[in-house]
């Protein structure tokens, strides 16, 4: 009876320390993972602060641009003006525009228009 008695014991003495070992590897994973932020949250939020600082520095660079080109439209007269003519198709004083149109449809019906203009002109014309 002494042999089974202490067979007994071993394996409850070894099924209690494979218990603790659970516990405790159960408690060293949740101190790493557990709780709101992880270890693997962590590292991803350090992923996340680089981009955003790669962000930052390429938008301090565009606001350094747009810094410089006000400061020149506000203070250089021919910056300007060649915003003007480039972009909204302005121009200064009494030059003549002339205009490029690509689109067929858009030139013939520019034609179209140009032609029962000057029809229209040359009827009002008297004869000499």
Known sequence: MAATKKSVTRGGVLLRR????AGVLF???YAVEGGEYGASDLLGQREDVAELEAELALLRDTVAVLDTTLTRVSTDDFTLERIAREEYGLVRGEKELLYWVDDPAVRDSVASDSAKKSAADD??????
């Not at 494979?18 to 070992?21: E, F, H, K, P, Y």
């Not at 009827?123 to 000499?128: D, F, H, M, W």
């Open 18 to 21: 494979l218990a603790w070992a």
């Open 27 to 29: 408690v060293v994973y």
């Open 123 to 128: 009827s009002t014309k008297t004869p000499e």
